[in-house]
């Protein structure tokens, strides 16, 4: 058995799921094995959408799989990365007995999947340094070791830190737990980072997985692609435990489209123009009198700490400008994340903060020139 196997729950390892009307091998003229209807829906132009489609589309995990440089076994296509999250801990944990670890401050998706499943959840939470956000790695092998965790979420770049992780530290962790849990690294923002992405660990790390997704950099948040890639065994159960026609036809459909050469290159010039975009929201905030810090991202987003945050907040409301409020979450009392925007629009946050920063000096006293 190897490595990844034995890290799943038992009684998933030989599951053989739902057999659906496409899992058969057969071949025929006349399909009337899956109560389909005989015609196309008059709305459905190209007729093609009566049938269920394959569970994986083989040209989609074609394109994936040529995308991300893997093996087409190795990749399992959901709906969205959020999917592949549920799918893992629903196949690695048992309930009320094998942990979830999550390093908070981290996208929240982890802990719904670890509530849902009954797993327990473990936190160990990032540290913050003169270089941002990181991992406390000692901690989260300790804690995974004594609290049983069979799966350790990292998040590279994380969201909301935008800090992205060294490979050399992930093969260190995924080393070290080999025998006990999988390291899944969710790499939803990687298009955006420098560091070299966790996919060139697999071959050397049986209990690796690496998530990512064509909601952010490839602009197909509402096609709900995402995919799992590891261990071609692992890979095989998450698929059986997936629902029976996960990707829906038309969404298969773009996302192929979308993995088109022109498409791509087009993908990886507006990447190189966020990340250009980035730098300069990034520096603009620093220079920002009210704002304390604004953490240097690899993502496509900037957190940023406020002398008030409240006040930002509705500043950049009254400017019209919905960012995401960070203060619930743990160590981020004052920040907010903001996505990067057009030009335009990161000119317009600029503008809109501008006066705020004013307005927290102002109420904590400070001497302010107004005209
Ligand atoms: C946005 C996001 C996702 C969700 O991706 P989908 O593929 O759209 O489900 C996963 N992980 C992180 C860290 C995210 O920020």
Known sequence: MSGALALLREDLRDFAGYASARSARLSGRDWLNANEAPWPNP?????????????????LVAALARLYAVAPERLLVGRGSDEAIDLLVRAACRPGRDAVLVAPPVFGMYA?????????????????????????????????????????????????????IASADVARLAAALRDRALVVVDEAYAE????PSALGLLDAHDNLVVLRTLSKA????????????????????????????????????????????????QTRERVAQVRAERERLTAGLQALPGVRRAYRSDGNFVLARFDDAEAAF???????????????????????RISIGTPEQNDRVLAAL?????????ARGAAVETP
Do not use: K, W
Request: aromatic content about 4%; overall charge negative.
């Open 218 to 265: 490839h602009a197909l948040a509402a096609a709900r692609i995402g995919v799992a890639i590891g261990s071609a065994d692992l890979i095989a159960v998450l698929r059986r435990c997936q629902a029976p026609y996960p990707v829906p036809a038309p969404c298969a459909e773009l996302a192929c489209a979308a993995l088109s050469d022109a498409a791509l290159a």
């Open 192 to 195: 955006f980072s420098a560091m």
């Open 112 to 164: 719904v999947s670890a509530r849902l499943q009954g797993a327990p959840l473990l936190e160990v939470p990032l540290v913050e340094g003169d270089d941002g956000f990181a991992p406390d790695f000692a901690g989260i092998e300790r804690a995974a070791r004594d609290g049983g965790a069979r799966i350790v979420f990292l998040c590279s770049p994380g969201n909301p830190t935008g800090a992205a």
């Open 314 to 336: 509705s500043a950049l409301l009254d400017a019209g400008i919905v960012v995401r409020d960070q203060r619930a979450a743990p160590q981020l009392g004052d920040a907010l």
């Open 354 to 362: 501008a006066g705020a920063g004013i307005r927290a000096a102002t």
């Open 43 to 59: 709305a459905d132009a190209g007729g093609d959408n009566r049938r269920y489609p394959e569970p994986q589309p083989p040209a």
